[in-house]
């Protein structure tokens, strides 16, 4: 039986834990912020807030204390919101062991530093006085979907061989399947910045706009995804698979898509704060990466015309017919 803790019980975290605990070959612990999920998992077997209808296995455990969900686990998955992993990982740190596994699968950026979630464990634990043993898990993934069992691939990256076998072990089943991929760079990056494209996609369809336009954002946004990525190391390739334009068509087009529906309702004329509040404590992570991603490509030098107006939509409240304006005057150019 392999040990492995959860750490973050949102609708992602929780199918996760469906995932790993139907194998019968874990003992999963899952660790709840709040103590109504908690509540609700313990009574119930089903996080009635995040993920309601889906029934959690007998293997998987919840918690609310962060020492007790992590004491002896050989692997601990993070799926907290970007903004809360260096705070829950400088809490934990006391706790963990050099030997552990960890596996991120949060999508985002840290607005302060610009760093994707691998390296701000990484930064975390050199406090510890050791290298983790670290790799991030993306893909196409909606947790409904994943929670109810309908086939799903993700690629598990990292620069350690070993650890990305040892995660693919971990997931692999007939209902989930998992790649290898050593570009942590692309995978991480490719995740993260489809999320701000999403939201594009969704003011496209919150306008009244057509399958022209949501089809030639799309194709723009990967190419600026695309642009930064290669900028950033990781490799073009990667950014044609799962982890790339696999996850952007899902989150730009599905109706399950947190980002996408966040900007629809941007489209329609709602404010951010009123849509955040409506959301009930769910994570639209794209909507906290933008500052992020901008900082990003201009400390690389690269240009993002998309993500810039998304920003300055999200940020400054600017009108989205104006950033579309802006963006369709723009001096004409090859498109390579």
Not at 42 to 51: D, G, W, Y
Not at 118 to 139: C, M, N, Q, W, Y
Not at 227 to 235: E, N, Q, T, W, Y
Not at 264 to 288: T, Y
């Amino acid at each position: 039986m392999s040990r492995i803790a959860i750490i973050g019980a949102g609708a992602w975290g929780t199918a996760l834990a469906i995932v790993l605990g139907r194998k019968g070959t874990h003992t999963v612990r899952l660790w709840a912020h709040e103590r109504e999920v908690y509540e609700s998992i313990t009574k119930e077997r089903i996080n009635q807030h995040f993920l309601p209808g889906f029934t959690l296995p007998e293997s998987v455990e919840p918690a609310t204390d962060l020492t007790p969900a992590i004491e002896g686990a050989e692997m601990i998955v993070s799926v907290m919101p970007s903004q809360h992993c260096r705070e829950l990982f400088e809490r934990m740190a006391p706790s963990l062991r050099p030997e552990t596994l960890f596996v991120s699968c949060t999508k985002g950026l840290e607005d302060r530093t610009l760093l994707r979630m691998t390296e701000v464990i990484a930064d975390v634990l050199r406090s510890r006085k050791f290298s983790p043993h670290v790799g991030a898990l993306s893909g196409p993934t909606f947790a409904k979907e994943v929670a109810r069992g309908d086939p799903t691939a993700v690629t598990m990256a990292s620069t350690d061989a070993e650890l990305a076998r040892a995660v693919q072990q971990a997931f692999n089943d007939s209902r989930f399947r998992v790649y290898t991929n050593d570009d942590v760079t692309g995978v991480e990056l490719g995740g993260a910045l489809k999320n701000i494209i999403a939201i594009a996609a969704g003011v496209c369809d919150g306008l009244g706009l057509g399958h022209n336009s949501r089809a030639a954002l799309i194709t723009r946004g990967l190419a600026e995804v695309v642009r930064l990525v290669v900028a950033c190391g990781g490799r073009l390739e990667t950014m044609a698979g799962l982890a790339g334009l696999g996850d952007l068509v899902l989150t730009c087009t599905g109706d399950l898509s947190r980002n996408r529906s966040v900007g629809v309702e941007l489209g329609k004329g709602r404010k951010l704060p009123d849509i955040i509040a409506s959301m009930h404590g769910a994570v639209a992570e794209g909507v906290f990466t933008t500052k992020a991603a901008v900082g990003l490509a201009r400390k690389r030098g690269v240009e993002m015309p998309i993500t810039e107006q998304m920003c300055a939509i999200l940020e400054d409240g600017k009108s989205p017919q104006q950033a579309i304006e802006e963006l369709m005057t723009r001096a004409a150019k090859s498109e390579s």
